[in-house]
């Protein structure tokens, strides 16, 4: 282990399959990369389809148990697992740091973020309400019950390795699943000290399966996932390509997927707006985890009066944002997560200038080299540039100008994502208008940061079907089922 951990046994590196920790099948392994330096920092079983199947034949042995549990029982249990997650917040910091690149401080909120799932589905477990329905024949009652679908699987994603799969994790087990989770291959070792934590606060052998792999392995642990028959639902966080395979997969088990998939949020500021505020709420939005959320500010639409106002204070601002690995203190920038990650910025910020974008910041970092990219701000952008229909996944602001209000609706929803959108205004009117006409799962005003275990996060179009956080969440992980009692005379 190269990473100083207050508890080193959260550096778990095999798998979790059932009751047991395990290698792969086939014995092999896959290296870890730490992004800012791309040192080796471990690794982890490359598993396959058969460990997939052990981990769910696992989930369906501990479902009977699980689910037979009252949910105030599940309840505590996730409790316990919250507080734990809570008191190793650092070490969990200092993992997310390392495998996934994101500044430190960042990687402290997630830790927070990722908890407040268990502690919101801890309370929401004991209100999955049913309903009693006023009856069609007076000798008769109807009932709507809410019952688990039983075992499930979480596919997530490298950018938030604790949130992505707490959020997920936290609603099914709340709802009386099992779960086979993978991590994705960039950061499993967050996933894993995760499964130690949920361990240590009592949660059952099978209930939470970790299957760990590669890049190459994760087609054939989804596939193998989509085509069970056992598995009855799988959530998916990811691109949009990866979804609409999972998707189609799936189909074939007729399983319920919830798909939270690629994004290209509009960020608008009007003429009437604050602009400092909306400077405040642009940074937020561009530039968390360097650029790489798919909910993102990936355009940003500035009305013409204000225009070169708001370039110059956020350029300006952009220009102090410091870049280097997440581990160090002040560092608001951290790497890219790998080699194609970087090239793909570089194209999309190259295409643009070839195209007539004109670079208004962007800081040096040619010293730190490997895949840092620079925070970059473009203006004169416009719609012939790969960029405004591409998600950037990357620290680069394209500034498009607009002249009113329809117009921007109408260049904001020209796009096939739907997952955030943001916009300043101080026009309370406007503030309706605009957030009902933006064709998208969620709308922030005045406001840079929308997410919350709260609320449900999720998008529409090719952004993705379904709902995670809030009491919605549950609704991925339950089936209705309709009881009609007859003979009541
Ligand atoms: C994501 O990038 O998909 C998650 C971001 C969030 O939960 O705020």
């Known amino acids: 282990m190269v990473l100083k951990l207050t508890d080193g046994a959260l550096f778990q590196s095999k798998a979790l399959i059932g009751a047991r920790v395990c290698e792969s099948s086939s014995g092999s392994r896959v290296e870890v990369l ?23 034949s696992e989930a369906e042995k501990a479902l009977p148990a699980w689910r037979g549990l009252t949910a105030g029982a599940r309840s505590d249990l996730l409790k316990k697992w919250y507080q734990l997650v809570t008191a190793a917040s650092e070490d969990l910091a200092i993992l997310i740091t390392a495998e996934c690149g994101k500044p430190i401080a960042e990687s402290r909120g997630e830790v927070a973020y990722a908890a407040s799932f268990l502690q919101w589905y801890a309370e929401e477990a004991t209100r999955a309400y049913g309903d009693i329905i006023p009856p069609h024949q007076a000798d008769k009652r109807l009932l709507v019950i809410k019952q688990s679908i039983g075992v499930a699987a979480a596919i997530t994603p490298w950018n938030f390795p604790a949130a992505m799969i707490l959020r997920k994790v936290a609603a099914a087990f709340a709802s009386g699943c099992t779960m086979v989770v993978k991590p994705a291959p960039q950061t499993p070792f967050t996933a894993l000290a995760l499964g130690v934590l949920a361990g240590r606060a009592g949660i059952p052998a099978g209930v939470l399966n970790i299957v760990t792999g590669s890049i190459d392995s994760s087609i054939e642990i989804g596939t193998t996932i989509c085509k069970s028959q056992t598995v009855r639902a799988l959530s998916f966080t990811g691109s949009t390509g990866a979804g609409i395979s999972l998707a189609e997969q799936a189909a074939s088990t007729v399983k319920k997927i919830s798909l939270e998939l690629g994004g290209n949020a509009s960020f608008i500021v009007f003429d009437d707006a604050d602009i400092d505020e909306a400077v405040k709420g642009a940074l937020a939005a561009k530039f968390r985890n360097s650029g790489q ?8 639409f500035v009305q013409a009066e204000i225009h070169d106002k708001f370039v110059e204070k956020f350029t300006a601002a952009v220009k102090q944002l410091r870049v280097g690995p997440g581990s160090e203190a ?22 643009a200038v070839r195209h007539g974008a004109n670079v208004e910041a962007e800081g040096d970092v040619g010293l730190l080299g490997g895949h840092f990219f620079p925070p970059t701000v473009l203006t004169a952008v416009n719609s012939k540039m790969q960029l405004a ?85 549950l609704d991925e992980y339950q089936e209705l089922k309709y009881i009609c009692l007859g003979g009541i005379t």
């Open 293 to 300: 959320t798919c909910v993102c500010a990936n355009r940003f």
């Open 34 to 56: 730490d992004p800012a330096t791309s040192q080796v920092l471990g690794t982890v079983p490359e598993m396959n389809s058969t460990d997939t199947q052990s981990a769910i």
């Open 389 to 473: 229909h591409e998600e950037i996944f990357g620290p680069v602001a394209p500034i498009f100008k607009f002249d009113n209000e329809s117009d921007v609706i109408r260049l904001a929803n020209d796009t096939e994502f739907g997952l955030a959108s943001y916009f300043y205004s101080k026009d309370i009117s406007r503030c309706f208008r605009v957030a009902e006409a933006i064709e998208c799962g969620m709308v922030g005003i005045n406001t840079g940061m929308l997410s919350t275990a709260t609320a449900p996060f999720g998008g529409v179009k090719s952004s993705g079907i379904g709902r995670e956080g809030g009491r919605y969440g």
């Open 330 to 351: 002040d560092v608001a920038i951290g790497p890219l997560i790998d080699a194609r990650a970087f090239e793909k910025v570089t194209t999309l910020v190259a295409d």
